[in-house]
């Protein structure tokens, strides 16, 4: 009855900025858990286009460079993917970034970047492949869609990184509102908010050896994630072992959020 609980066997998965970071963790666990194909997405083709081989040592995972962030991007990624497949399985809104800088320095341009590409980029992709995601969805095999929040997005101390808190935010409330939207075409619409991971965008506290001790203390865990805590939570809301699970925020966060 358990035995294929958390199995990704012949779902078609797309991974936005998944060519590194949470987004490569994430495509090598659907593909270690038996996904037919991961398609990953990058605005670096040629780090995109290298991921995709490295990940194929797990499974037939597919790249397909372009800027999802722009209208034109995300045209072409929808159109490139439809001619590819007649519907996914796995939709995962994890590309983003942040920008930070001291509250009065903080530009104008630095705002609408981020909260273009970590809120609405992420709403206008999953409209534009809802389609697709409904197309082989029904009551007993559901279509998922996973958004990457972060913790920042609940606790109220922004660091400097105040558009990015936001739009974090913000995809936690586009993950309540999706998931009500399209439980009728049989697609659960869910969030994982990490806290700290390895990754480009941390890379300025894990490389400064005081700081990264230093935080450390806040987490009480006393670790930061590594890619089994992403993958195993992004499988689960992917196969059957979440089917029951939408619109729900799930930090993954060592117990940050209990204690800040």
């Known amino acids: 009855m358990f035995e294929n609980l958390f199995s990704m066997q012949q779902k078609i998965c797309v991974i936005t900025g998944g060519y590194r970071g949470l987004g490569a963790f994430m495509a090598q666990g659907f593909l270690e858990a038996g996904a037919k194909r991961v398609y990953i ?25 372009g800027d ?16 590819r497949e007649d519907h996914i399985d796995v939709l995962v809104n994890n590309a983003g970034t942040a920008w930070a800088a001291p509250f009065g320095e903080f530009p104008e341009k630095g705002w609408d970047k981020i909260m273009d590409i970590n809120a609405k980029s992420p709403f206008f992709l999953t409209q534009a492949l809802t389609p697709l995601l409904a197309k082989n969805a029904s009551a007993k095999n ?18 400097d990184t105040f558009s990015y808190a936001v739009s974090k935010s913000a995809i936690h409330q586009v993950t309540r509102i999706l998931a009500t939207e399209l439980a009728a075409s049989h697609i659960r619409v869910n969030a994982i908010a990490p806290g700290r991971f390895y990754s480009k965008m941390t890379e300025f506290l894990s490389t400064d050896q005081a700081a990264f001790e230093e935080e450390l203390q806040t987490i009480p865990m006393k670790r930061w994630g590594e890619p089994s805590d992403i ?20 930090p993954v966060d060592g117990g940050t959020t209990l204690t800040n």
């Open 231 to 250: 993958a195993g939570v992004a499988i689960m809301l992917a196969s059957q072992a979440g089917a029951f699970i939408t619109g729900q925020i799930i």
């Open 68 to 83: 999802a962030s722009t209208t034109e991007g995300l045209t072409q990624l929808v159109q490139e993917i439809n001619k």
């Open 41 to 65: 997405t990058g605005r670096k083709a040629a780090a995109c286009i290298a991921a995709a081989e490295e990940l194929s040592k797990f499974g037939e995972c597919i790249a397909l460079p």
């Open 142 to 159: 559901t279509s998922t869609v996973i958004n990457i929040g972060s913790i920042a997005g609940i606790l109220g101390n922004a660091l």
